[in-house]
């Protein structure tokens, strides 16, 4: 494990961390070293790392992978990250922006180049623009193995919750959709400069080879908006509210019905594979 220098490297530069930007680097070496084994890295790996920071992860990552493709925005830290990583010939600094980068032009480009075989994706995620990120890379990105992000607490929870919990939503079901969650430790705020006002949490997402049901993607999605758009009212008020589904209201209690669930049921129930059923229900009755 090489030494953690995050202090060095900000003194030695002279830089100045953007609050905007979300930026805290951590600094302590032990959970450096936990996220990169989580990640399950191997020397047939591409490690496609989000926000590498000063470098911190991307140096571990290096040793153990056959490649990294560190996508970095701020672009007044590219000088302190490639000095910092001059040492190690597998790390490409790409300055761009991860949400309007080609994500995958980027994979099959240092695929080919490091010879991998497997792709992983690997982030501490600023805290405004986690969900965005996440999802992109979930909906869009196709090659990728499994992603470790650090993320805040409270949207760790929310991925991995289950049906009929206070943290169970539509990010939820978005993630388990396409993925298998699992928490994997948290983070105190003293393992960072600066410190953060809140906890964060190490989650791991294994990408799952299909959906766990086969549906028309786009009514399964606009069902789950609408369904946890207005939590404190019934299923039944929430979808006929939508007003996008054509579909009345004593037709949409039909279709519950149909599906062995009670009128007054509300979205939070519901689990990945009921929002299934119900899309295909939903879908049979051409209801968009």
């Known amino acids: 494990m090489i030494k953690n220098n995050t202090l060095e490297v900000i003194k030695k530069h002279n830089l ?13 070496d032990n959970v450096v070293k936990d996220i990169v084994n989580s990640a399950g890295i191997g020397n047939d790996t591409l490690v496609v790392e989000i926000g590498p920071g000063i470098g911190s992860m991307t140096k571990e990552m290096a040793l153990m992978a056959a490649g990294v493709a560190a996508v970095e925005i701020d672009r007044h830290l590219i000088p302190a990250l490639k000095d910092n990583l001059s040492e190690l010939s597998n790390i490409d600094i790409i300055n ?4 309007k980068v080609d994500i995958e032009a980027i994979i099959t480009e240092h695929k080919r180049k490091y010879n991998a075989a497997a792709v992983k994706v690997v982030a501490n995620l600023p805290y405004y623009i986690t969900t ?30 289950k049906p009929g919990t206070k943290d169970y939503g539509a990010l939820s079901v978005a993630v388990q959709f396409y993925s298998e969650p699992k928490i994997i430790f948290d983070v105190p705020p003293h393992c960072f400069i600066p410190q953060p006002e809140v906890h964060s949490t190490v989650i791991r997402l294994d990408i799952l080879s299909q959906p766990p049901v086969s549906v028309n993607k ?36 039909g279709i519950l019905q149909d599906m062995g669930l009670e009128e007054n049921i509300r979205g939070e129930v519901l689990s990945v594979e009921k929002f299934g059923e119900l899309a295909n229900a939903f879908e049979q009755g051409n209801t968009l």
């Open 16 to 28: 100045k961390l953007t609050k905007t930007l979300g930026q805290n680097f951590l600094n302590d």
């Open 132 to 161: 965005p990120i996440i999802m992109k890379f979930l909906e869009e990105v196709k090659g990728v193995d499994g992603m470790v992000f650090m993320v805040q607490r409270e949207v760790a929870q929310r991925m991995v919750s």
């Open 218 to 253: 786009d009514l399964y999605f606009k069902l789950v908006k609408a369904s946890f758009g207005q939590r404190r009212k019934t299923l039944v008020n929430a979808l006929s509210n939508a007003g996008i589904f054509n579909k009345s209201k004593e037709q949409i209690k």
């Open 96 to 99: 761009r922006d991860i949400m």
